[in-house]
Antibody, heavy 119, light 112 residues
Framework: QVQLQESGPGLVKPSGTLSLTCGVS?????????WGWVRQPPGKGLEWIGE???????NYNPSLKSRVSLSVDKSKNQFSLELTSVTAADTAVYYC????????????WGRGTLVTVSS | DIVMTQSPLSLRVSPGEPASISCRSS???????????LDWYLQKPGQSPQLLIY???SRASGVPDRFRGSGSGTDFTLKITRVGAEDVGVYYC?????????FGQGTKLEIK
């Protein structure tokens, strides 16, 4: 069973860059799956951020597209999220998750990490 | 972008009673392969979301058969035939027919 673990700073200053990494264990990022990020502002619902395939193909939510970048590091078996020019509206729990291709669904999720944007 | 709309946004159900959640999409989720790209997730308090139903009506491994997904096109329903205390949390539908994937607003289920 693959396990995912988010890591990164819990506090980011406004206008700064949010950077998170998702470590993958029990499986390889170099498989026929997409690796994604979902966020959840405190007390609110889920928002899909984007996904990356191990060869580097990406899909992003247009609402964040100009500020978000995903990357994958096969040597470390991890993938990462960068979100630039953050504001308080980006305060959320950030989840990484594996999206299976066939059948298509999110089958494994990290525990989530709270990132607060504040000075 | 496809917009997902759930109703109701909250439910209070007595143990053993049924519950039903509706999910509507702004366009058909029926793929050319004949499958509806609609999933249901449950987020229990303090936990990450967990998959309940995929492709509209297929139960994920380990999910009790009291959870039933149905519907096609733009209208979908999640039914719980007999609600238990362990079912409390927020239920989300999600479309994965096309990016950006989109979740419904969530339906909070509480026990009376």
């Amino acid at each position: 069973q693959v396990q995912l673990q988010e890591s990164g700073p819990g506090l980011v200053k406004p206008s700064g860059t949010l950077s998170l990494t998702c470590g993958v264990s029990g499986g390889s990022v170099s498989t026929d799956n997409w690796w994604g990020w979902v966020r959840q502002p405190p007390g609110k619902g889920l928002e899909w951020i984007g996904e990356i395939y191990h060869i580097g193909s990406t899909n992003y939510n247009p609402s964040l597209k100009s500020r978000v970048s995903l990357s994958v590091d096969k040597s470390k078996n991890q993938f990462s999220l960068e979100l630039t020019s953050v504001t308080a509206a980006d305060t959320a729990v950030y989840y990484c998750a594996r999206y299976k291709v066939t059948p298509p669904y999110f089958d494994s999720w990290g525990r989530g990490t709270l990132v607060t944007v504040s000075s | 972008d496809i917009v997902m709309t759930q109703s109701p946004l909250s439910l209070r159900v007595s143990p053993g009673e049924p519950a039903s959640i509706s999910c509507r999409s702004s366009r058909s989720l029926l793929n050319t392969n004949g499958y509806n790209y609609l999933d249901w997730y449950l987020q229990k308090p303090g936990q990450s979301p967990q998959l309940l139903i995929y492709l509209g009506s297929s139960r994920a491994s380990g999910v009790p058969d009291r959870f039933r997904g149905s519907g096609s096109g733009t209208d979908f329903t999640l039914k719980i035939t007999r609600v238990g205390a362990e079912d409390v949390g927020v239920y989300y539908c999600m479309q994965s027919l096309q990016t950006p994937y989109a979740f419904g607003q969530g339906t909070k289920l509480e026990i009376k």
